[in-house]
């Protein structure tokens, strides 16, 4: 598959500050792209130093396999923080001014607007829109050229419930016609339902990278007690299919390898003489995965 | 032409652009008319200072005055683009750095056209009312005034678009720009002698639009010395393409 963009060991530093480090991704095209990390972890950073708009300290990126250019730019519809129009214009007005910027068709202006379902508010001024239109907006503009790539930064902040469901269900709408997705955000349950792809940032270090199913898929957790413990620890350590274990207070917790359920422990456990006191399945949440993987590699 | 069709769809509905202009427009008016006015020695000024062919050197001094209100518009326009955001995302969107000050310039080369054509109506009318002289040798004879007068308005608005790259906020920028124009480098003036500080931007912009009269009262005072407005022109083309390149290097080295 094509590389839409490159990212090659992208560096930013700011006077005190490495916002990124080293970075090193690659978005293959059709996939739907997910930068996650916490507030201030080099997302806007690494997506504006694509987007040419802040300045590399080190490295190199490339879209399309070329260098950052005018047309590099005409394929790619790109929203960074929030949005960002002239209040006094309307939504029309602004459109059209990002139209003639694009060199898109004037007609794009409210096909957009309709997809985006702000048709009927395009003769208000931007000012008075609420912050849910102000995205819809944000999201129409990048749509004007009908682009390849759409590169969207946290495009779900700030909105309700409702308004939230509405941006995730049109970027999938948007994705199934084909197109690539660069979509950075913080909330680990936005990227799980969209993304095909994430890599996870901290402090502007990459530190995990691939397809959602491998870096995020949800393993379940095991607690046990028992009378005990430390016999329980030396069984656990002969057991080929325990994955990890971590002896806590009264408990230990442990991850199984694919294929096995609770009932191959608590069977292997009565074989080797121990009855539990406890065996309890808990699923692990993203934020707990998340954070072990910031751990893990910090 | 592109840049510049775009330029007028952001400025055309925006109502500060014309109320900075309409305060331009009013406060020349009433200027004039104040100034024609004046009695003195039981004539009316307006009689003297409508005079054809003088009226265009004195029209395009009293405007002079005015560039800093055609500098501040500058000023609120480009700094707008960077509290709106607009700036950086115009730049994802696909235009170069050296297209977002090109697009800022023609905006200067449409106000100084038209000022200079307000100017030109303004000369027109009043002299019409006050000249004795309608020849056309008196209507054209020193009308190349304002065309001095223009490179001055687009030179001013280029400073004035540099401060407003450099600093962004337009608050900032419009005092950093009227105390530089106005208090900083006239300070600095009268430290240096006058054989280098003609070449200074904001004297040799000045030379644009001499003072009339100047002559008479240079034969009562040490005259101070000035470029001609021709070659005050050249400087003034000179710091325009100055003003250009500075606000261009600022968008390339730093971050929008």
Request: proline fraction near 4%; aromatic fraction near 10%; include cysteine.
């Amino acid at each position: 598959m094509a590389e839409v963009l490159d990212i090659n060991s992208l560096s930013k530093r700011y006077a005190a500050i490495q916002a990124v480090n080293q970075l090193s991704v690659k978005v293959e095209q059709g996939s739907i792209y997910g930068l996650l990390g916490p507030n201030g972890s080099g997302k806007t950073t690494t997506l504006g130093m694509v987007l040419d708009v802040i300045k590399t300290t080190a490295g190199t990126y490339s879209w399309f396999g070329q260098p950052s250019s005018r047309e590099t730019k005409r394929r790619v519809g790109a929203l960074l923080e929030t949005p960002n129009f002239y209040p006094y214009l309307t939504a029309q007005k602004n459109l059209e001014v990002i139209a003639d910027i694009k060199g898109a068709d004037k007609a794009n202006v409210n096909r957009v607007l309709q997809l985006v379902g702000l048709e009927s508010r395009k003769s208000s001024s931007f000012k008075g829109f609420s912050l849910g239109m102000k995205q819809r907006l944000a999201l129409a503009a990048t749509l004007l050229n009908d682009p390849e790539v759409l590169v969207l930064d946290e495009p779900t902040n700030g909105l309700d419930p409702e308004g939230i469901a509405e941006v995730r269900e049109l970027i999938l709408r948007i994705a199934s016609e084909g197109k690539t997705i660069i979509l950075a955000s913080h909330l680990l349950d936005e990227v799980e339902k969209v993304c095909t792809h994430v890599a996870v940032l901290q402090r502007g270090q990459l530190k995990a990278e691939g397809p959602v199913g491998a870096i995020l898929s949800a393993k379940d957790q095991i607690l046990i007690s028992a009378p005990n413990l430390p016999i329980v620890t030396e069984v656990l350590q002969r057991l080929p299919f325990i994955e990890a274990f971590k002896p806590e207070k009264d408990t230990v917790v442990l991850t199984l390898k694919d294929g096995y359920s609770s009932t191959d422990v608590n069977k292997a456990m009565f074989e080797a003489g121990i009855v539990l006191s406890q065996l309890v399945v808990r699923r692990k949440s993203l934020e707990a995965q998340f954070l072990e993987i910031i751990k893990s590699q910090s | 032409m592109n840049l510049l069709r775009i330029e007028f769809r952001k400025i055309l509905p925006y109502k500060t652009v014309w109320v900075i202009l309409a305060i331009y427009v009013v406060l020349m008016v009433l200027v004039l008319n104040a100034s024609s006015g004046i009695t003195i020695n039981g004539r009316q000024l307006g009689a003297d200072a409508f005079q054809l062919p003088g009226v265009w050197q004195r029209l395009s001094f009293l405007a002079s005055f005015f560039n800093l209100l055609l500098g501040i518009l500058i000023i609120v326009l480009v700094s707008d683009e960077y509290s709106f955001r607009t700036l950086r995302q115009q730049v994802i969107d696909g235009l170069s750095r050296v297209e977002i000050v090109l697009a800022k310039f023609y905006v200067i080369l449409a106000v100084a056209a038209f000022s200079t054509i307000f100017l030109l109506l303004l000369g027109l009318y009043f002299s019409l009312l006050y000249s004795t002289d309608h020849s056309v040798d008196a209507f054209f004879s020193q009308i190349d005034h304002l065309s001095y007068y223009f490179v001055q308005a687009v030179a001013y608005m280029a400073l004035a678009m540099l401060f407003a790259f450099l600093i962004k906020k337009s608050g900032l920028a419009i005092i950093a720009f009227i105390a530089y124009a106005k208090i900083v480098e006239p300070l600095v003036h009268l430290r240096i002698p006058d054989t280098v500080d003609k070449y200074m931007p904001m004297k040799a912009l000045g030379s644009l639009t001499p003072m009339p009269g100047q002559d008479l009262i240079d034969q009562f005072t040490t005259p101070t010395e000035q470029l001609t407005p021709p070659w005050a022109a050249v400087a003034g083309l000179f710091y325009i393409g100055l003003f250009l390149f500075l606000s261009y290097s600022l968008l390339k080295v730093r971050d929008l």
